[in-house]
């Protein structure tokens, strides 16, 4: 039996950004040559991985960054950490342009921007205690807090609820939730403004990624720190973050407050992975309709991705348009303040049930032809 992510229902309603802008994200591109030929090798093309990614953090905000594998969200997180470096565009930390900063020039920043990984196995070094891991950023960054650095890795491990006196043990006599608390903590050591969480509970059994999950709403919350949080799961952002973004095949498609984002969806994409998230209702108040939106088929290649809108292929409401010309993102008529949707042709703002699947793969669909025939339904 398939088991439910079971999360507490988001507290409060989703607000706005009320702080400054931290991070400004303009343009934001990552090519990856791909090389071929022979005798000589040369580089024959690009997986477009990330391709023209806008988007602002504010102060304290928690942004959660959604979309299927191989979309481009890690490698936008690790170029947000400048663990990578961009192909072009700019990232803004603070007003200052990082995008091409050097080491040494991002050294006084390094300790505010700090990333959690998805595998809590592998991001943890297994010769190395506790204690040595999480104080691990101290000594790299020559942090002496008052009290020792000892004190504080306690400290450290109280705040993500594991026992001080576990400081000298070896990240093998932990569970994964456990590793993962571990690796929140290491975050955690040099008081980080902003945080990339990137699937940070995907690796987790689902029993205790809610228990990963609070714990780092909590940090998010009693510390004010800034987090992107990356999920292919739209269940696990929407009890996380105040504003979401949906990518797909390396752009963002849809951004806005987690309440649009959820009740009013525009995007066919958006709906689409909504529609995967069994808890979710598409309605406000009233009962729950439930869409039911099969995203079967293959996210196309990103070294040759459609023309015009790259979600065109598997989108039941393309039409010419929409092989010729990108979609801007951008405020639609009847979309929230800050929501935005890259979309010619989008859904309305209020979802009604369908009665027929939609699939929006057309193979599938001829195969299932005769048992449940789908039209492409279009609206005006
Ligand atoms: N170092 C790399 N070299 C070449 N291609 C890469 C590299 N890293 C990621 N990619 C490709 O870029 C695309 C986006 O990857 P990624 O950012 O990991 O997506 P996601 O995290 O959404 O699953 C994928 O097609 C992936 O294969
Ligand atoms: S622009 Fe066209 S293909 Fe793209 S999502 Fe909108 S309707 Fe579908
Ligand atoms: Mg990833």
Redesign the pocket.
Known sequence: MKEDLVLPAPAEKSTGPEGEPLLQVSGLTKHFPVKGGFPIRRTIGAVQAVDGVDLTVYEGESFGLVGESGCGKSTTGRLITRLMEPTSGTITYRGRDISRATRRQLAPIRSEIQMIFQDPYSSLNPRQTVGKIIAGPMEINGINPAGGRENRVRELLETVGLNPEHYNRFPHEFSGGQRQRIGVARALALEPKLIVADEPVSALDVSIQAQVVNLLQKVQRELGIAFVFIAHDLAVVRHFSQRVAVMYLGKI?EVGDRDSIYARPR???THALLSAVPEVSLTEGGAPSRERIRLAGDVPSPLSPPS?????TR?????D??ATEE?PLVQIPGNHDGHLT?????EEPTIEARDEDIILDPALAALEEGTSRTEPTEKP
């Open positions: 498609i995007h066919p994409y015009g809108c790259r979600f065109r989108c039941w409401k393309a039409q348009k929409c979609p890259a979309c010619h042709f989008p």
